[in-house]
């Protein structure tokens, strides 16, 4: 009678958190959140999450998970996470991803992102997570090498092809949007001074097209400084893959037309900074598994590609964005900013629409 996957936190608002996990048989589960039972956990067999509501913001809980079955209780190890504070204007976050196959690779990474300091407030996945999504040994291992980055920081992901649309990635992490309680498997949130929007590039993109348009509207009316746009295909490639034609066509005039900071993809293993019309995407697909060369006829629109293990640390300011691609040396591979002035400048009024 154990946990078997997680704790994964989801997203931690100055007074919410949520959090997943799964046990290793059916069984209730409690949570003691500083010492104290907090909330309702919801269980659907070896499933479980909770959504804490009235925290404080700018405060650091300590939690524990307390598992019964029948007269046994057993107390989890104890974990913890921070709030942000309710105004959040200088902050950081990590973006990475294609983490399957190699887990040595993947875990050296890994514990580069875990010695980052300060911590980064939030981490973003850009898709294959394991070699194979139907496999539970897949992730098993996915979660044992991931088990200290995902239990105190805040982890969104988004779908990538080898998850093969698993069930086990909508049980194990938050998907806010859904209907008639479905997960569609892309969503938005958002953090800090800034609009996250997560994509599905392995399904239909039309309607989510549609969804992109609506979500960055609302922001741009909500004078929300920085948008990011993050899913799995990437629009533009040097890698062997190569570029989605269609994603590029549908998607990223609409990310163009309402002044996105940032794109953010995977699928090619490498790392490549591209700009087109001014805007920046960024391909970040060496979490570990294979790494892909850079061909030798690169997209039209690429600056910087680089075939090497990394992650993205992005740090966001009132009057910019700056991202630096980290190789598990702690090296810098890349770096570059995005003004906030160049963004606000690229956004078209609704005048002019």
């Given at each position: 009678?154990?946990?078997?996957?997680?704790?994964?936190?989801?997203?931690?608002?100055?007074?919410?958190?949520?959090?997943?996990?799964?046990?290793?048989?059916?069984?209730?589960?409690?949570?003691?959140?500083?010492?104290?039972?907090?909330?309702?956990?919801?269980?659907?067999?070896?499933?479980?999450?909770?959504?804490?509501?009235?925290?404080?913001?700018?405060?650091?809980?300590?939690?524990?998970?307390?598992?019964?079955?029948?007269?046994?209780?057993?107390?989890?190890?104890?974990?913890?996470?921070?709030?942000?504070?309710?105004?959040?204007?200088?902050?950081?976050?990590?973006?990475?991803?294609?983490?399957?196959?190699?887990?040595?690779?993947?875990?050296?990474?890994?514990?580069?992102?875990?010695?980052?300091?300060?911590?980064?407030?939030?981490?973003?996945?850009?898709?294959?997570?394991?070699?194979?999504?139907?496999?539970?040994?897949?992730?098993?291992?996915?979660?044992?090498?991931?088990?200290?980055?995902?239990?105190?920081?805040?982890?969104?992901?988004?779908?990538?092809?080898?998850?093969k649309n698993s069930p086990i990635f909508y049980r194990m992490f938050q998907n806010p949007l859904s209907v008639g309680g479905q997960s569609l498997g892309y969503y938005s949130f958002?953090?800090?001074?800034?609009?996250?929007?997560?994509?599905?590039?392995?399904?239909?993109?039309?309607?989510?097209?549609?969804?992109?348009?609506?979500?960055?509207?609302?922001?741009?009316?909500?004078?929300?400084?920085?948008?990011?746009?993050?899913?799995?295909?990437?629009?533009?490639?040097?890698?062997?893959?190569?570029?989605?034609?269609?994603?590029?066509?549908?998607?990223?005039?609409?990310?163009?037309?309402?002044?996105?900071?940032?794109?953010?993809?995977?699928?090619?293993?490498?790392?490549?900074?591209?700009?087109?019309?001014?805007?920046?995407?960024?391909?970040?697909?060496?979490?570990?598994?294979?790494?892909?060369?850079?061909?030798?006829?690169?997209?039209?629109?690429?600056?910087?590609?680089?075939?090497?293990?990394?992650?993205?640390?992005?740090?966001?300011?009132?009057?910019?964005?700056?991202?630096?691609a980290i190789g598990t040396d702690d090296g810098k591979i890349d770096t570059f900013d995005v003004p906030l002035s160049v963004v606000n400048s690229k956004t078209r009024s609704p005048s002019n629409r």
């Amino acid at each position: 009678m154990q946990i078997g996957w997680g704790p994964v936190l989801g997203l931690v608002t100055p007074d919410s958190a949520a959090i997943r996990w799964s046990t290793t048989a059916t069984m209730s589960c409690a949570l003691i959140l500083n010492g104290a039972q907090s909330g309702e956990v919801i269980s659907d067999g070896v499933w479980h999450q909770i959504s804490l509501e009235g925290l404080n913001p700018a405060t650091k809980y300590t939690y524990q998970i307390m598992l019964s079955s029948g007269s046994r209780q057993i107390q989890s190890d104890a974990f913890s996470f921070s709030t942000p504070p309710s105004s959040l204007d200088t902050w950081s976050f990590v973006a990475f991803g294609d983490t399957r196959t190699n887990h040595a690779d993947h875990k050296s990474v890994v514990d580069a992102i875990l010695r980052v300091a300060p911590k980064p407030m939030l981490v973003i996945h850009s898709g294959d997570m394991g070699e194979n999504g139907a496999s539970t040994d897949c992730w098993n291992t996915f979660f044992t090498i991931e088990k200290n980055l995902q239990n105190d920081i805040p982890f969104m992901a988004c779908l990538g092809n080898h998850e093969k649309n698993s069930p086990i990635f909508y049980r194990m992490f938050q998907n806010p949007l859904s209907v008639g309680g479905q997960s569609l498997g892309y969503y938005s949130f958002k953090f800090g001074t800034a609009l996250f929007i997560v994509l599905n590039s392995e399904s239909d993109p039309s309607p989510q097209a549609a969804f992109l348009e609506k979500t960055l509207q609302n922001a741009v009316a909500e004078n929300i400084p920085w948008k990011f746009v993050l899913w799995h295909q990437t629009p533009f490639s040097s890698g062997s893959h190569g570029g989605n034609v269609n994603l590029a066509n549908l998607w990223v005039p609409i990310m163009e037309k309402y002044g996105v900071t940032c794109g953010f993809y995977g699928h090619d293993h490498l790392y490549e900074h591209s700009i087109k019309n001014g805007y920046h995407h960024v391909t970040t697909g060496g979490g570990g598994a294979p790494l892909y060369a850079v061909t030798r006829n690169p997209n039209p629109y690429s600056k910087t590609a680089i075939s090497k293990l990394h992650f993205l640390l992005v740090n966001v300011t009132p009057k910019k964005v700056s991202i630096t691609a980290i190789g598990t040396d702690d090296g810098k591979i890349d770096t570059f900013d995005v003004p906030l002035s160049v963004v606000n400048s690229k956004t078209r009024s609704p005048s002019n629409r």
